[in-house]
């Protein structure tokens, strides 16, 4: 959550030193504030196809991969294609990605608890997103408006987290077999 929301708060900073071209990125900037909620209003109705018809792990694995593709893209310099690529592909994800959260919880945790708990996760990311502040300081002081240190760091967390979390699942998921058999 703090990488997508650290995107949408520097889109143009971002763009401008990744493209070299201060027209491209507003270019860029531009059709994202453009495509962002057309994004999640066309594509809620195949999350909920995808929710109802894949397994929890299917969707987490999904969910992980393809935020670790848009953050890939997002990190190569002087391409208005992959960067644009990037954009597309997180409008779409945000709205995905947002859901299978909700989801997630109600799955695991259930209704009665569900509110409790995904005000506890909304209020912890809202916490981890008090960061965006700093990374954006490092961005303008110490990186020179690069944003690629801070972007592979988010990157490297995203890669890690995601990994612990479908590992631990598949341990679950493996648990349960043993046990049932």
């Not at 990125?25 to 453009?34: S, T, V």
């Not at 909700?102 to 209020?123: A, H, P």
């Not at 110490?142 to 972007?151: A, E, H, K, L």
Request: net charge positive; charged share 10%.
């Amino acid at each position: 959550m703090v990488r997508i929301n650290y995107f949408i708060a520097t889109i143009r900073s971002q763009e401008t030193y990744l493209l070299n071209v201060i027209n491209s990125a507003i270019e860029i900037n531009k059709l994202f504030d453009c495509l962002l909620p057309i994004g999640g209003l066309i594509f809620i109705p195949f999350i909920g196809i995808i929710l109802d018809n894949l397994t929890t792990l299917t969707i987490l694995t999904i969910l992980s991969v393809l935020s670790v593709i848009i953050d890939m893209l997002g990190l190569i310099p002087n391409s208005f294609y992959s960067n644009l690529l990037g954009i597309i592909l997180l409008v779409v994800f945000r709205p995905f990605y947002y859901t299978v959260l909700s989801d997630y919880c109600s799955k695991v945790f259930g209704f009665k608890t569900f509110g409790t708990v995904y005000g506890l996760l909304m209020c912890l990311c809202g916490l981890f997103n008090l960061t965006q502040r700093l990374f954006d300081k490092w961005t303008h002081t110490t990186f020179s408006m690069n944003s690629t240190p801070i972007n592979s760091v988010l990157v490297m967390m995203t890669m890690i987290t995601s990994l612990t979390l479908i590992n631990y699942i598949k341990s679950q998921l493996h648990r349960t077999n043993n046990i049932l058999i």
